[in-house]
């Protein structure tokens, strides 16, 4: 089974979100085995990105969430994971900064930059916003009806 690791830079405070964070954990339970770390924003993104660099597994494949990123479709994310897959990529590590965004360093690290829009959300929002997209695209690989 595929593992999903989210690593988001902050805590989430607004229980609306954590909510929905919770509902989509649940439903990619069927798909993908998820590990959600919430590191402590510092306030210093170096510092920042020199934790989650702690926490990522060499062999994993690391999308960066950054604004500069390429903009990807419900189906490309779908493709990326479902290539991952099938290249033995056993973990796939999403990672969101906090609100100044990520260090170059963590950026320099990813296989990949993804844009979720060319409009800024809220860092905290992007944690549903990204759960619901990689829920999405296990729905898509799978053929399901989710995705219309």
Do not use: W
């Not at 989509?24 to 989650?52: H, M, N, Q, T």
């Not at 903009?71 to 969101?96: M, P, Q, Y």
């Not at 965004?101 to 060319?118: H, N, T």
């Amino acid at each position: 089974m595929l593992r999903i690791q989210l690593i988001c830079i902050g805590r989430l405070k607004e229980s609306y979100y954590a909510q929905a964070c919770e509902e989509y954990a649940k439903r990619l339970g069927r798909y993908c085995a998820l590990e959600r770390l919430e590191l402590p924003e510092s306030g210093d993104v170096e510092r920042d990105g020199e934790a989650v660099l702690k926490k990522l597994s060499p062999d994993a494949f690391v999308a960066a969430l950054c604004v500069e990123g390429k903009l990807f479709s419900s189906e490309d994310l779908a493709a990326l994971i479902g290539e991952c897959a099938n290249r033995g990529k056993s973990r796939v590590c999403f990672v969101i900064g906090g609100s100044d965004g990520l260090s170059q360093a963590v950026k320099d690290r990813a296989d990949a930059r993804v844009s979720m829009s060319r409009m800024t959300f809220p860092h905290h929002l992007a944690r549903v916003m990204a759960l619901e997209q990689i829920y999405r695209a296990f729905t898509i690989l799978e053929g399901g009806k989710y995705h219309k």
